[in-house]
């Protein structure tokens, strides 16, 4: 009448061990993965705030905003919308905008040297053309713009036209 029940069912201390061993594995790879897709975000909105800044200088330029000119000013960890023909580290009217920990920009060439962009109050265009070219500074391989950096060269109108 009574049935002896089966010592043998349930699993063993290797089947438990094997199987949070994978699920480990698999939570440390996904979570790798992650990082690196965030890392990518953060340096495709550095790229886009950085050409959002390029446009604003650009149209507080041309629209003649406290009758200067304006222009952008770039440093390895930040970049500065600032007015007049040059940038001046002590004036109170820079808008300085730092990059996220992650994020770096690695080369700064334009025509000329230097590292700021003025625009031309009458084109809205710059004098000054050249590259600037921002990464994931943990990962030196990952840049924007394909690798090529962002062109500087009246980005205002290139970017507008879909010229890069």
């Keep these: 009448m009574f049935k002896c029940l089966n010592a043998n069912k349930g699993f063993t201390i290797v089947e438990i061990l094997l199987v949070v ?3 480990a594995l698999l939570i440390s790879l996904s ?3 992650y990082r690196s897709f965030e890392k990518s975000l953060e340096l495709s909105a550095t790229y ?4 959002t800044a390029l446009h604003l200088a650009a149209d507080r330029t041309i629209s003649s905003k406290d009758d200067k000119v304006h222009g952008v000013h770039f440093e390895s960890s930040s970049y500065t919308i ?4 040059t940038y001046n580290v002590s004036s109170t009217a820079n808008e300085v905008f730092n ?4 994020v770096e920009i690695y080369s ?4 000329g040297g230097g590292s700021d962009v003025v625009y031309n109050r ?3 265009k710059t004098d000054m053309p050249g590259t600037v070219s921002v990464r994931v500074a943990s990962e030196p391989v990952k840049t924007t713009a394909g690798r090529h950096g962002m062109r500087v060269a009246n980005v205002a109108w290139d970017t507008l036209l879909g010229e890069h």
Excluded: H, M, R
């Design 99 to 102: 990059l996220p920990s992650t």
């Design 48 to 51: 886009n705030e950085i050409i």
């Design 31 to 33: 979570f790798l993965g």
């Design 108 to 111: 700064i060439t334009f025509v």
């Design 21 to 23: 061993g994978i699920a």
């Design 82 to 85: 600032f007015s007049g023909p």
């Design 122 to 124: 009458l084109t809205g």
